[in-house]
């Protein structure tokens, strides 16, 4: 009886997404989603088994002391989600074609699979498209129409949903699940003193990602640095979301600004392996960030530090505008002046900035448990039934 009551309490969930590559910001997305689901779970009595779908289980397993299974591997993949009482698929931007014509495909198919196994399946504030390609959108609207929750973490997602035929009513909008996303265990806002450079001169984190082929946008992030450097004694904190490739990035763009900092200047290369909350401990040790990689972006927000951010992806310029914000410049054009004028403003008047974006802020963290709220909801009411 006791084995049969606890077993009442408890869901075992599958949890798709772009994981076990250790890019920061999606392990930062999994983090969030696991440390929501506890917490919903607590405060709604019943035990949350995550079985995550990793491209790596056992640094999965070894990283957030959860089940994993390889999310390559049929039998493991199929076993995983019979094993489980529903899917999340999310967060991230799972369903787009920018990256390739396969991703959509796949995780349409494990969402799709779940669903033939008779499994609840949960969109867990995932950005949608781009989808440039026509044969694609139908996958996407047959499991949207069959899912049991569906939440997006902008406006133009809800819209390319509806476009695609998924009720708009039956749509959630979100924010992206790291804006909830804890500082590490036994850390505070105090600790951000400690890694200040000598002189306590600010910090400007720089999150940069390899995009053009030709470099041209590493050398214009690069110029509007240098200016930056000129205006003012900073230390340039470079922070690599994805391993290893913004190493390499971070690298080549500091070799650029090498022997070209204004008087008092510094620059340091971050390394916080992959742990994506002790990169939200650097993040909020910054008192501005310039950022290329979303997630950055939203790590700044998460602990109100002022971001300037440069635009590569429509996700980058959607997020912003959830806070009142615009890009500081593109991948194709950004102004070094500019850009120098307003680090310059941003770093003189973070009070008057976080009076104009705090509530937004604010209210985003507040929101970003409402989807593990919502399934767990869910599923304890049709378990009842």
């Not at 890019?23 to 983090?31: I, Q």
């Not at 014509?101 to 949960?122: E, H, R």
């Not at 992030?221 to 922070?239: K, M, P, T, Y």
């Not at 070799?255 to 008087?263: I, N, P, S, Y």
Request: with cysteine.
């Amino acid at each position: 009886m006791d084995a049969q009551k606890r077993n009442e309490k408890s869901f075992r969930i599958a949890i798709s997404g772009y994981y076990g590559y250790k890019n920061s910001g999606d392990e930062a997305v999994l983090r969030s989603i696991l440390l929501a689901l506890d917490e919903q779970g607590k405060k709604q009595g019943v035990q949350i088994v995550p079985v995550v779908l990793s491209s790596d289980p056992a640094w999965t397993s070894q990283m957030y002391g959860v089940e994993a299974a390889h999310r390559m591997r049929p039998a493991e993949l199929l076993g995983a989600l019979r094993s489980c009482d529903g899917l999340i698929s999310g967060g991230g931007s799972l369903l787009q074609d920018a990256t390739s014509s396969k991703t959509i495909p796949y995780y349409a198919a494990v969402i799709k699979l779940a669903q033939w196994l008779g499994k609840p399946t949960f969109i867990y504030a995932q950005g949608i498209g781009p989808v440039n390609r026509g044969w694609l959108k139908p996958m996407i609207r047959h499991v949207m129409k069959r899912s049991a929750y569906v939440s997006v973490r902008d406006a133009q997602s809800a819209e390319l949903l509806a476009s695609l035929g998924v009720r708009p009513e039956g749509i959630e909008l979100v924010p992206d699940p790291v804006m909830g996303m804890p500082l590490p265990s036994g850390s505070n806002r105090a600790d951000n003193l400690r890694d200040k450079p000598a002189g306590n001169i600010p910090v400007v984190g720089v999150s940069l990602r390899d995009w053009r082929s030709d470099g041209a946008d590493m050398d214009r992030a690069a110029a509007a640095l240098i200016e930056l450097s000129q205006r003012r004694a900073v230390c340039f904190r470079f922070l690599p979301f994805h391993l290893p490739p913004d190493r390499i990035t971070s690298e080549k763009v500091m070799q650029r600004l090498e022997g070209k900092l204004g008087d008092g200047c510094k620059m340091e290369l971050v390394d916080v392996k992959d742990d994506p909350q002790l990169m939200l401990l650097e993040v909020s040790r910054c008192d501005l960030l310039f950022g290329m990689r979303l997630h950055a972006l939203i790590y700044a927000a998460n602990q109100s530090v002022p971001m300037l951010g440069l635009s590569y992806d429509p996700k980058i310029d959607q997020f912003l505008a959830r806070l009142g914000l615009s890009a500081t410049g593109t991948t194709e054009r950004l102004d070094a002046g500019l850009f120098a004028d307003e680090a310059c403003r941003l770093l003189d008047q973070k009070a008057a900035w976080l009076e104009q974006h705090q509530a937004a802020i604010d209210q985003l963290r507040h929101q970003s448990q409402q989807p593990a709220q919502q399934m767990i909801q869910f599923l304890r009411h049709n378990r009842s039934r």
